[in-house]
Structure formats: C-alpha cells, structure tokens
Nanobody, 121 residues
Framework: QVQLVESGGGLVQPGGSLRLSCAASGSFFSIYAMGWYRQAPGKQRELVATITISGRTNYADSVNGRFTISRDNAKNTVYLQMNSLKPEDTAVYYC???????????????WGLGTQVTVSS
C-alpha cells in the first residue's frame, strides 16, 4: 500500500507562487507515475499535471506554462511549482500515484487527502 501526504498549500495573491509537495511512503515495488489533480467547489476533479518515473510530463492546458511538475525518485516525492497563480486556480489539490506492489501485480492507485490552495486578493 502507498500513503501520500501533501503539503505546501495556502493563501496567495493573484500573480503569486506556491510550491506543493507530496511524499509517498509504504510498501510497494515501483511508483511509475505521480500527479496532481484539483477540485474546485461544485466542480469535478480535474487533472493538473502528471510525471512518469522516466520524467515524462503532461499538463492541463489551463496550467501549461505556469505550473511545473517535478519528481525526486530517490525520495518518492513529487512537486508542483505554481507560478502566476489566478483566482481560478483556487481548489483542493490532490496528489495521485500509480504503483505496483510486485513485478506481476496489477496497477494500484493512491490518493492523498488534499491541500487547499486559495488565490485571492
């Protein structure tokens, strides 16, 4: 099982920056992808960015060019650097991990509890 703990959320003014972190712990063979999703009040959870173990990244159009996802495989930690934040970026941000427990196990999925990001003046 994988446990994910997010940190780094908070209140920031429009145009500001925040850095989110998500650390994975537990017993697993490999985490081959990690990512960030967000959910604003009254809206569905949506993908923000993902990164594979090899470093391949994918971004939502709404954050491309403003957000940067990175990963420290040795620490099983993923980061999300958020710049030029807008009020519409306000949401609960959730960390996700796709992992396997053994080389022959099917893929499992883990979610963190989320961290609130509020962009407001």
């Amino acid at each position: 099982q994988v446990q994910l703990v997010e940190s780094g959320g908070g209140l920031v003014q429009p145009g500001g920056s925040l850095r989110l972190s998500c650390a994975a712990s537990g017993s697993f063979f490999s985490i081959y992808a990690m990512g960030w999703y967000r959910q604003a009040p009254g809206k569905q959870r949506e993908l923000v960015a993902t990164i594979t173990i090899s470093g391949r990244t994918n971004y939502a159009d709404s954050v491309n060019g403003r957000f940067t996802i990175s990963r420290d495989n040795a620490k099983n930690t993923v980061y999300l650097q958020m710049n030029s934040l807008k009020p519409e970026d306000t949401a609960v941000y959730y960390c996700n991990a796709d992992y396997i427990l053994s080389p022959i196990s099917p893929t499992s999925f883990a979610w963190g509890l989320g961290t609130q990001v509020t962009v407001s003046s």
